[in-house]
């Protein structure tokens, strides 16, 4: 599976968007990336996921570019309670099992 | 998270004592996994499982032995605990193995002293 690069921190005011970068360079053809969060000691929460084209839902919107090697996370009206470790992971599937990065240190500040 | 409990929430043993982790689900998922979670390492897988007594190593499964005797449970156990093995334990569900359909449990803190 590709390896993914993130930032390891980064502050978000209240109630501006989020934009979360992602680099998989070494991405494959059928590869996803998935994202999920980890609010402080619990279990990873699964945000959003996708293959090639952009996605949205209530979350959250991910961008991906159309050379597939970056993507972007996008929390559109950040809040305190966004403040979590996103974890960026492509994968196919084929290993059944997902393997976490570093993630990014999202503070949210009031 | 619904559908998916680890106990216990917290344990402290001593060293040398065995110790056995419990995941408990009731979503019928086929895939089971262990993680580990230490500062500055993330995330770790520890062993899988993708089917009843079908079960595989991850990552750092030294020191550990899994078992899967039916579908909602999957048991972690760590024969002869060391300190080393002092940390939080995650237990997740996927229905396909796909990435987008894991559920973690809350987790379980362990303390070997």
């Known amino acids: 599976d590709a390896k993914t690069t993130q930032p390891p921190s980064m502050d978000c005011a209240e109630g501006r968007a989020a934009n979360l970068p992602c680099n998989h360079s070494?991405?494959?053809?059928?590869?996803?990336v998935y994202w999920y969060r980890q609010i402080h000691s619990q279990g990873p929460q699964y945000i959003i996921h996708?293959?090639?084209n952009n996605e949205t839902n209530e979350m959250a919107s991910l961008i991906i570019t159309e050379d597939r090697k970056s993507s972007t996370l996008i929390l559109p009206h950040a809040t305190l309670r966004d403040t979590a470790v996103y974890y960026c992971?492509?994968?196919?599937?084929?290993?059944?099992?997902?393997?976490f990065g570093s993630g990014t240190q999202l503070t949210v500040l009031p | 998270d619904a559908g998916i409990t680890q106990s216990p929430r917290h344990k402290v043993t001593e060293t040398g004592t065995p110790v056995t982790l419990r995941c408990h689900q009731t979503?019928?998922?086929?895939?089971m996994y262990w993680y580990r979670q230490d500062p500055g390492h993330g995330l770790r897988l520890i062993h899988y499982?993708?089917?009843?007594?079908?079960?595989d190593k991850g990552e750092v499964s030294d020191g550990y032995s899994v078992s899967r005797s039916k579908t909602e449970d999957f048991l972690l156990t760590l024969e002869s605990a060391t300190s080393s093995q002092t940390s939080v334990y995650f237990c997740?569900?996927?229905?396909?193995?796909?990435?987008?359909?894991?559920?973690f449990g809350s987790g379980t803190r362990l303390t070997v002293v």
């Open positions: 997740a569900i996927s229905v396909g193995g796909q990435g987008d359909g894991y559920t």
């Open positions: 070494t991405i494959s053809g059928n590869e996803y």
């Open positions: 996708g293959l090639k």
């Open positions: 992971i492509v994968d196919s599937g084929s290993a059944r099992q997902l393997t």
């Open positions: 979503e019928n998922h086929r895939y």
């Open positions: 499982s993708y089917g009843v007594k079908d079960t």
